[in-house]
């Protein structure tokens, strides 16, 4: 069994092994161009296994709804990955740098992904519409930066969703009151350093103020 699979056992999620195989070349795309263009400051193939392939791989079950936004997704993390894993579903590619796009479209023309749109694009000039399932970001910004920016994108139901490695404590005491979240400490196969996932309700505020009675 290979460290993938035995990862995947693991964290109890069963990929087809087209998606396994597909996950394995975006890694090995991904170190051979990284040589050129700095896209990781991981090179040990079994490091971008555990630390990025798993790492995402493990948010999956926590993703909401069909469609989903990758805020500043950089070489594709955890877009790319998650889009792979889930074929049937939509996902948006957003980031600033041009640099790094096109080493995600080169990911998505290679392998031939019809469920990822790629957009080179800074977070605050989307039009403020609120067309997502569920917002996911990987070592983006501050909670409250996240939150404040990317709620607007979220529909009604949605959920954010904000990769971190230890309990952010600070940044959780800063987001708004009345703000609903969870935190989910994640177990990543092969890796001791901590993991956790934030799970915010975007709208959960807007509801709050309105059963007081107040202006939103």
């Known amino acids: 069994m290979t460290a993938l699979q035995q990862g995947l056992v693991q964290l109890r999620i069963d990929l087809s092994e087209q998606v396994q195989s597909q996950l394995l070349q975006f890694s090995e795309m991904l ?26 791989v493990a948010v999956l079950p926590y993703l909401h709804g069909r469609r989903i936004l990758d805020v500043g997704t950089g070489a594709g993390l955890p877009g790319l990955v998650l889009a792979i ?9 957003l980031d ?9 479209t080169q990911v998505v023309l290679s392998l031939q992904l019809k469920n990822v749109q790629v957009v080179h694009q800074r977070l605050e000039q989307l039009n403020p519409h609120p ?3 569920t917002v996911i970001c ?20 949605g959920r954010l969703l ?30 001791e350093a901590q993991r956790h996932l934030v ?18």
């Open 85 to 93: 894993a889930q074929p049937e579903w939509e996902f948006v590619l």
């Open 162 to 191: 904000a990769m971190k490695g230890i309990y952010p404590q600070a940044e959780l005491e800063n987001l708004p009151a009345g703000l609903l979240f969870e935190v989910v400490q994640l177990h990543i196969p092969f890796l």
């Open 138 to 157: 990987r070592a983006y910004s501050s909670l409250s930066d996240f939150y404040q920016q990317s709620y607007v994108l979220c529909k009604p139901k």
């Open 96 to 104: 600033s740098q041009a640099k790094k796009l096109r080493f995600v």
């Open 31 to 56: 170190q051979r161009w990284n040589q050129v263009y700095n896209l990781t400051a991981l090179h040990n193939p079994l490091d971008i296994l555990v630390k990025h392939l798993l790492d995402c």
């Open 131 to 133: 067309d997502f399932n």
């Open 199 to 216: 799970i915010i309700s975007p709208h959960s505020e807007e509801i709050l103020l309105s059963r007081h009675g107040e202006t939103i």
